[in-house]
């Protein structure tokens, strides 16, 4: 690789990008609860550490299928006098969410077809 | 969020690069306090499992943004790839030009690396790795849970408690002994194991060569062997067809027919493995066997101990007072085998980790005064464009290249270190031929050396990157000096290592302590200038039959003509025997019973009957067969009444001897002698004895455990205890230098009696060697950790002195006294020290606490040795700050000014 940085999220996205997607496309979030919706999401099994949380919200951003967002105005906007920054899902990123998730519905599909579910032989 | 662990977690943002962190910084922040809260309302554990994830994935993520990252300033360029290259060469480079620099720092972390990996490694064998055995995780052992502990199995319970069981795959009992074992007229001692079937099942052991032995000689008993390889290799010669050399032991001739592979000795050292007699001790209250078993498949150690309680119930029930057994005790084997050392070694380990602590700081110290010098460097690189992150990430780099040096050099000190340290060790280190330098080891040291690379990384780029270019460059290099915040961080981690060391040498001055009080215990008898002479007389035809007669009486003639022998030594006045010799675990102890007249008893039964009947007539006693020349040799004064005589020939009333603390307990506010004895369970005679006095009070078990009261029988009259190893002391002048002669008088009367000779300060010593072992290492440490904070004050307080000898100069030629300067030097260096030593105690008081167990007549807390260390410490730390103080006031005036 000549240049270094990352632009885009690989496509199949990662479990980790996907959650996040997931839950930033039912309402606008900020970091904990981004962590805690993702956490509650996958049923603990996708539990991202902040520093890998950031780098995927920083990533995500500059793909722009993210981006900050103001605060919900029920929210409280400040934490210990810092702004509390929310995030919300860009129509790129909703876009890219619904390619991702049909393309697992499909792969869902053949594993469904191929009895690799639900009590199927292996 | 504590203030700790915001401070950490701020630490660890610095592994991303500056724009990250200007971005998300304050959100990253935020959602650590949110997932602390959360983690810590789970608990300690809970939130330090926390916290280990949190710094991984910090630094690992902070990395790969450095590496490749997701945000980046406007105006790079070049592939990461680059970058790396380009920042290895200029480390190597730079670190060229400063030799001095480079050789003090790698020493530095070469020290702190290798004494935590030497730890590490032994810490690793001897805890952490599993048995060399398949599934080791299910061996265990088994014990009969009797009255206030567990003792050995008796035939019959270890018996019943097998047939009965269901959550064993296998279970064997086994004893073991060391030896002489005879191959071709050779002699030599090997740790025997006497094993029952099953034993092999139980280790799931196959033989490399030949067989095991079956069942049917299992049933018989029959005279066949197993041998390790090692000692098929070196006592039988390699030779394939095992049955043509027989090998022999007490007065049995063994053939081989299997050998197993080395490496799975057990117990520990064993060299041959027999079947054990079938027929010996149908007891159920003979306690002779260790026990072993292999959990079945799916059986947890909890289950087979419910099914083990349930089995001991009903043994219990069923046999009632003929059995000891109430309980069955079961642990696994490994936590049964270094559970005793675990506490002295991750003491130890913790030891090492401080000392690398103080290492660290001390590097940090020297990289950050360093940056500083080379700040012109930094700021003109900055001013033709290179990146604040790419200047942090050269900095990393430097730091991963003294780190990996450091780690290369600490391992081949490690690989030193572990061969002093296992020379040092006492031989009572279990699994310590384990021990080596190994791939698990290889990875500690590199993951020590990658994190102390992070650390110092971390903390010298962002203080050297922070500083403002246009301020450096307008300075042009006319001081070396390094921001407030700088000079702050130099500060901070001086006042930590001495800490650290006061930590440590308080460790140190605590078991210091323990071991002079032990010193000055008085065991109660001499402990040196006597030799000690070890002798093993087999109580079978292994003895030329025609040469000392048949049996004990065979025994008793060579010990007899053995002792004349030695008497007859230039220079021996006093040769005395025992059966069981102080320090040496020998000793067996055990119920006796007081009688009213000598006939009371006349046979075991009716020993029991009357035991049974009347309990306020047992005592009990550590049993022990002496001659009148032991206690005169020894040096155990005699108290009360007399020792053995020329009354107490053979065929007279047995005559015993008690030490004084059993006389006082068995009968407060009577006189023990006169008292009538009945000891026969121990060696089978039922002649009563009677005490004719008392003796003073031996600390047998070793100084720091209370002496047990004693019974001595008169080794003319009972010799059957002395059948098998009994003792030899010799007394006299110059009688340390009789070994030679000794060996050759053994030589003459019983060539093929193993014996062996030792000094009486030896034994003695070596009884101390743990204490000793661990106090020579934690001293090390702690001396150099005092070394290493010496250094860190004296480099500290020169660079303070130096940055202000400007300020010195001007106060010089202003009159200023040099009194006064020194003084305010040495007020500079004191404050450092002073915060040091505070923050030190209070670690120290309660990290001592893990030393309890090591202590003896000594407390954790104590204060006297906290006052000392501290003291010690500072008047060091002075010593270190005077002499740049000193230099200060020898600036030049004029040319300090023009600097």
Request: net charge neutral; glycine share 10%; charged share 20%.
């Amino acid at each position: 690789m000549s240049e270094g940085r990352e632009r885009e999220p690989a496509a199949p996205l990662s479990a980790t990008d996907y959650h996040v997607l997931m839950v930033l496309a039912e309402r606008d979030l900020y970091g904990y609860a981004i962590m805690k919706a993702v956490e509650a999401d996958s049923g603990g099994a996708v539990s991202p550490g902040i520093g890998s949380l950031y780098r995927i919200l920083a990533r995500l951003s500059s793909a722009g299928w993210v981006e900050e967002a103001p605060a919900p105005s029920e929210a409280p906007t400040e934490h210990r006098g810092h702004p509390r920054q929310y995030y919300r899902l860009t129509p790129a990123g909703r876009q890219a969410l619904r390619d991702e998730s049909r393309r697992l519905e499909s792969v869902l599909r053949l594993a469904r077809e191929r009895k690799l579910l639900a009590g199927g032989s292996p | 969020m504590s203030r700790v662990s915001g401070f950490v977690f701020g630490l660890l943002l610095r592994a991303f690069p500056a724009e990250f962190r200007a971005r998300y910084g304050a959100g990253m922040r935020e959602t650590f306090a949110a997932r602390w809260e959360e983690h810590r309302a789970l608990g300690l554990l809970r939130l330090a499992g926390f916290m280990t994830r949190t710094a991984a994935d910090m630094l690992v993520s902070g990395l790969r943004e450095r590496v490749r990252p997701t945000v980046t300033a406007p105006g790079a360029g070049a592939g990461w790839t680059d970058r790396l290259g380009q920042d290895l060469r200029f480390a190597g480079r730079t670190l060229r030009k400063s030799p001095g620099f480079a050789t003090v720092t790698i020493l530095t972390l070469g020290l702190g690396i290798g004494g935590a990996t030497a730890l590490f490694s032994v810490v690793e064998a001897v805890l952490l790795r599993p048995l060399p055995f398949d599934e080791p995780e299910r061996l265990v052992r088994l014990w009969e849970g009797v009255e206030g502990g567990r003792s050995s199995f008796s035939t019959l319970n270890f018996r019943d408690v097998r047939d009965r069981s269901r959550s064993f795959e296998a279970v064997a009992s086994y004893g073991v002994a060391s030896t002489p074992v005879s191959v071709g007229g050779q002699v030599s001692r090997v740790s025997v194991g006497f094993v029952s079937e099953a034993f092999f099942d139980v280790f799931r052991v196959e033989p490399v060569l030949g067989r095991r032995i079956t069942s049917e000689e299992f049933a018989t008993g029959a005279p066949v062997a197993v041998v390790a390889e090692s000692f098929w290799r070196s006592r039988l010669g390699a030779d394939p067809n095992l049955g043509a050399t027989p090998i022999r032991s007490g007065g049995q001739v063994y053939t081989v027919v299997g050998v197993a592979p080395d490496g799975t000795a057990f117990p520990r050292g064993a060299g041959v493995w027999t079947p054990r007699d079938p027929q010996v001790g149908e007891s159920r209250t003979g306690h002779n066997w260790q026990v072993v078993g292999r959990l079945a498949p799916g059986v947890t150690l909890e289950a087979a101990r419910t099914e083990l309680s349930a089995i001991a119930a009903e043994l219990e029930q069923q046999y009632g007072d003929d059995t000891d057994m109430v309980a069955v005790v079961a642990a696994p084997l490994l936590e049964q085998m270094v559970g005793s050392v675990r506490p002295m070694l991750l003491i130890l380990l913790g030891a090492a980790g401080f000392l690398l602590v103080v290492a660290c700081a001390n590097v940090t110290n020297l990289l950050l005064a360093r940056g500083a010098a080379r700040r012109t460097e930094v700021a003109v690189r900055q001013a033709v464009g290179a990146g604040r992150g790419r200047l942090a990430g050269q900095f990393l780099i430097e730091a991963l290249v003294l780190s990996l040096a450091g780690g290369a050099l600490g391992l081949v000190l490690a690989t030193l270190g572990v061969d002093a340290l296992l020379a040092l060790e006492p031989g009572q280190l279990p699994r310590a031929d384990e021990v080596g330098v190994n791939l698990p080891v290889l990875a500690f040291a590199l993951g020590v050396s990658f994190f102390t690379a992070a650390v110092l990384g971390l903390l010298t780029s962002s203080r050297t990157a922070d500083d403002e270019v246009h301020a450096v460059l307008a300075e042009s290099g006319r001081s070396r000096a390094g921001g407030a915040r700088t000079r702050r961080v130099r500060s901070l981690l001086t006042s930590l290592q001495v800490a650290m060391t006061l930590v440590l040498l308080v460790g140190a001055g605590l078991l210091a302590q323990s071991f002079l009080r032990l010193s000055a215990v008085d065991p109660g008898y001499r402990t040196s200038g006597a030799l000690v002479i070890d002798a093993y007389v087999p109580s079978s035809r292994s003895f030329d039959p025609d040469a000392v007669g048949e049996d004990a009486r065979g025994v008793a003639r060579v010990r007899d003509v053995l002792v004349e022998r030695l008497r007859g030594l230039p220079g021996v006045s006093e040769v005395g025997i025992t059966n069981a010799f102080p320090l040496s675990g020998r000793g067996s102890n055990g119920g006796f019973l007081v009688l009213e007249r000598p006939d009371e008893v006349t046979d075991i039964e009716g020993f029991i009957r009357l035991a049974q009947e009347d309990p306020a007539r047992l005592g009990n006693a550590e049993y022990r067969i002496a001659s009148t020349g032991y206690f005169r040799a020894m040096d155990i004064p005699l108290v009360r009444g007399r020792l053995f005589d020329a009354r107490d020939e053979p065929g007279a009333p047995h005559a015993a001897v008690v030490s004084e603390s059993l006389a006082e307990s068995r009968w407060p506010g009577e006189d023990a002698i006169g008292k009538i004895i009945q000891y026969g369970n121990m060696d089978g005679d039922i002649r009563p004895y009677t005490v004719v006095g008392v003796v003073g009070d031996t600390r047998d078990d070793g100084l720091d455990a209370e002496p047990n009261p004693t019974f001595y029988g008169n080794a003319l009259q009972r010799p059957a205890s002395l059948r098998g190893t009994f003792s030899l002391v010799l007394v006299g002048a110059d009688v340390e230098r009789l070994g030679p002669a000794v060996q050759a008088a053994v030589r003459d009367v019983a060539p093929d009696v193993p014996v062996q000779v030792r000094t009486l300060e030896d034994i003695f010593s070596s009884s101390l060697a743990q204490r000793r072992f661990s106090l020579v290492l934690l001293g090390a440490f702690a001396l150099v950790a005092v070394l290493l904070a010496v250094t860190g004050i004296y480099g500290v307080i020169s660079y303070l002195v130096a940055q202000r000898s400007r300020e010195w100069a001007i106060r010089l030629a202003f009159g200023a006294g040099r009194v006064d300067i020194v003084r305010q030097v040495l007020v500079g260096g004191l404050a450092l020290v002073v915060a040091g030593v505070v923050v030190g105690s209070a670690v120290a008081l309660a990290a001592t606490r893990v030393l309890e167990g090591l202590l003896y007549g000594v407390a954790a807390t104590d204060a006297s040795t906290f006052i000392a260390v501290a003291l010690l410490l500072t008047a060091v730390s002075l010593l270190a700050s005077y002499v740049p103080a000193a230099r200060a006031t020898r600036v030049d005036p004029a040319l300090a000014m023009r600097e």
